[in-house]
């Protein structure tokens, strides 16, 4: 009975100290199976709770690291609570600094926002002293006014905000913004407003951007990004460029600005412009290219000039300096040089 008694005592001093759960019953082979159990984590310095990690079965490999059956991590410290859950996992202890959660198999991340997010992967990693979520393999994020998919992702939480404030997909991303996100003001100015095209009350199209290289949304400059081999689709209208970022007012989460950089492609129904640098502005609706030189051209015509201005509502075309205007032939072919003017 007094063996017992340490042997119990002993479990509650492990247990407290962070150190790893007390076991419940004994395997084959003296493998001990560890039930129910919990390894909450907090912050050094303020003493709030980050994170706790559970699981319904665990196995202990060494006196760190876990292995374990179902497992599902809490995170604390925004506005909106981040639950992961997983068919398996591994856990390593870190002492104070805090525990690191790999889960495998059928990972699903829910977060309590309005948006609904939910993301899915094969395999993801929770590191508490870091505060991030991140994977390597192939990773889905749903919401109701957007979808991504893409390899690879970082997720970062911040306490005190009220909404994630990085998130990163590394690489082969594809997003798709719903209509829906023009009544949630985020894409508002992207999307445009619902296209009445078909039945009474349907949905406008929606927008596609896709990329080879990383995705990123950072909330602390409230800019998202899109770089290598960058494609963006809305009904007959496309953008090609190596690098896109859309910016956004913190208040109205509406875009600013939008940004294209880097052999530029712009196609309509009817039109299109090329140059280096491609920067539209939400306030005056115009879309500027600058190239050496930047092109425009409706039809057979073509403007090349080095700054070409361009309004998609009027389909109005504007351009400065000397500039150089292939007319639609008659006959044989003409170049006609001209300075400052519009068409």
Known sequence: MLRLGKFLAACVLLWCAGGGPAPAGELGGGVQDVRRVRWPHFDPKTGKRISVVTAEKAWPEDGKTYRVQRPKVIVYGT??????????????????????????????VRISDPGKTVVTAEKLEWVAS??????????????????????????RPQEGSKELRFIQFKKDTQAEISPRASTSGIFSSVTGKA?????EGEEGSPMFISSKGPMTINRDTNVVSFEDNVEVRRQSFKIHCDKLTMSFDPETRKVKDILA?????VFGAENGASGDVLSWDALSGLVEVFGNPARTWRGPATVAASTIWFSPKDAKVLWTGRAQIYAPPEGPASLMHFGGGSQ
């Open 79 to 108: 506005e909106y609570e981040i639950n992961v859950t997983s068919e398996s996992g591994v856990v390593k202890l870190e002492g104070r600094r805090g525990v690191a959660c790999t889960l495998e198999g059928n990972v699903t």
């Open 130 to 155: 870091e505060r991030i979520l991140r994977t390597d393999s192939a990773v889905e994020v749903r919401r109701t006014d957007l979808a991504v998919k893409g390899v690879g992702m970082e997720l």
């Open 195 to 199: 296209e009445p095209d078909g039945e």
């Open 261 to 265: 950089r880097g052999n530029v492609r």
